[in-house]
């Protein structure tokens, strides 16, 4: 399959690297401000090393790249809040050119489901977005292969940056800004932490999740979320928990029409106290109980693979 990115940060050139291997051929490659575009495929390393030498993927613009030759349109691009901009645009764009759409950047499904999904019903074109929830955790998947009426509620750790910097608080008694410190050091969080330990990203997560669902009966967005974040967090409160065998994470919840985002006491031993960069979701339904999904977002390339997978089923369904 011919694939269009939109976006040239780590998971951005994860997926270009590994296209190939999965048997699909990058014909378009963008940045926020330039793009090299080749119907016949691109060479995918040199373009990347001209970012990192010139600062520029490419001597041609973002708008010919959304106009350029792909069967499906990757958009990796940063999430932003508020109108979804600009990973909405080029998702409308993809999806008017019959082109499917996969989506890692959570904005337009978070923010403006009902207008993708409007026009993904005059499109051609599919959508999908297993990357936006959990990063390698295939949730959405599993909602599917269930039925999401046959779902009563989802409770999970979502955010593998939270889980790591909680995680490590309770193994040694350390404060949150010293491990925020080391996690900034390390590369686990960015130098803005404020989306993971905030619970917007979480927040982002269960609105989409809410939509899939359609509990509320209506278009959820990020205001319709209760938020509470763990920047205010101390590490006595962790060992507290611990004491009673319990442990704390940030924990995203949907059920019936309540969507909050807070941090939780969780048992020691549960599948909701994971660890490290690990995610989890917990999914209760009418029939058959509980069923838990994890993912572990080690890498870009991790994310990259439940990308090429959403791929993968496109070009089956061809």
């Not at 010139?54 to 613009?61: A, K, L, V």
Request: charged share 25%.
């Amino acid at each position: 399959m011919q694939l269009g990115i939109i976006g040239a940060g780590a998971v951005g050139q994860a997926v270009a690297s590994l296209a190939a291997e999965y048997g699909h051929t990058v014909t378009t490659l963008a940045d926020s401000e330039s793009a090299v575009v080749d119907s016949d495929g691109l060479d995918v390393e040199t373009a990347f090393k001209n970012k990192e030498s010139e600062g520029i993927i490419g001597n041609q613009d973002t708008e010919e790249a959304i106009e350029g030759s792909y069967e499906a349109l990757i958009e990796v691009t940063p999430t932003t809040i508020g109108n979804a901009e600009p990973a909405f645009s080029h998702v409308k764009a993809a999806l008017e050119r019959d082109r499917h759409v996969v989506l890692s950047n959570k904005g337009p499904m978070a923010e403006r489901y009902g207008d993708v999904r409007s026009l993904e019903r005059d499109s051609e074109g599919v959508v999908k977005f297993e990357a936006t929830v959990g990063g390698t955790m295939p949730v959405l998947s599993t909602i599917s292969a269930l039925g999401s009426n046959h779902i009563t509620g989802i409770r999970g750790a979502f955010n593998s940056r939270a889980n790591f910097i909680l995680s490590r608080m309770a193994a040694e008694s350390l404060e949150y800004e010293h491990v925020l410190a080391e996690a900034e050091e390390l590369g686990v969080v960015k130098e803005d932490s404020s989306f993971d330990v905030e619970g917007i990203e979480t927040a982002l997560s269960c609105s989409i999740l809410a939509n899939v669902l359609d509990q509320a009966g209506q278009e959820i967005a990020l205001d319709d979320v209760a938020i509470k974040g763990i920047d205010h967090l101390p590490s006595s409160t962790l060992e507290l928990a611990q004491e009673d065998g319990r442990t704390i994470r940030l924990i995203g919840e949907i059920k019936d029409d309540r969507i909050h985002v807070g941090p939780q006491l969780v048992s020691g031993n549960g599948p909701l106290a994971v660890t490290n960069l690990r995610t989890v979701a917990q999914l209760e339904t009418k029939y058959a109980g509980q069923t838990s999904v994890s993912g572990d977002r080690s890498s870009e390339y991790a994310v990259a693979t439940t990308i090429l997978r959403d791929v993968q089923q496109l070009e089956r369904s061809r």
